[in-house]
Nanobody
Framework: QVQLVESGGGLVQAGGSLRLSCAGS????????MGWFRQTPGKERELVAA????????TYVDSVKGRFTISRDNAKNTVYLQMNNVKPDDTAVYYC????????????????WGQGTLVTVSS
């Protein structure tokens, strides 16, 4: 049984930093691409960042480029999202997701999901 557990969410002031973590179990983690998505009420879930199975390839939504960094430690079965210079518009529930091997941008292309962690950015 696959399990993804996010942690690290919370309240942060605009301009501050936060690091989200997602620990995976139940599959050979290093074979899977990982994505961070976010969702706010009334809006569709959007891909924030994704990283392929090896870590050699990443992608980001334009609004976070230069501020967020996705990384992974396959030895720890964990993927991270370092969030710097956060803005109130970054407020959302953040989800990690996994799919085999390579990056995809649609949430429907991901097979397994975590329960989400709330990030709130105050102005």
């Amino acid at each position: 049984q696959v399990q993804l557990v996010e942690s690290g969410g919370g309240l942060v002031q605009a301009g501050g930093s936060l690091r989200l973590s997602c620990a995976g179990s139940g599959r050979t983690f290093r074979r899977y691409a990982m994505g961070w998505f976010r969702q706010t009420p009334g809006k569709e879930r959007e891909l924030v960042a994704a990283i392929n199975w090896s870590g050699a390839s990443t992608t980001y939504v334009d609004s976070v480029k230069g501020r967020f960094t996705i990384s992974r430690d396959n030895a720890k079965n964990t993927v991270y999202l370092q969030m710097n210079n956060v803005k109130p518009d970054d407020t959302a529930v953040y989800y990690c997701a996994m799919r085999l091997l390579n990056i995809a941008t649609l949430d429907s292309d991901y097979d397994y999901w975590g329960q989400g962690t709330l990030v709130t950015v105050s102005s």
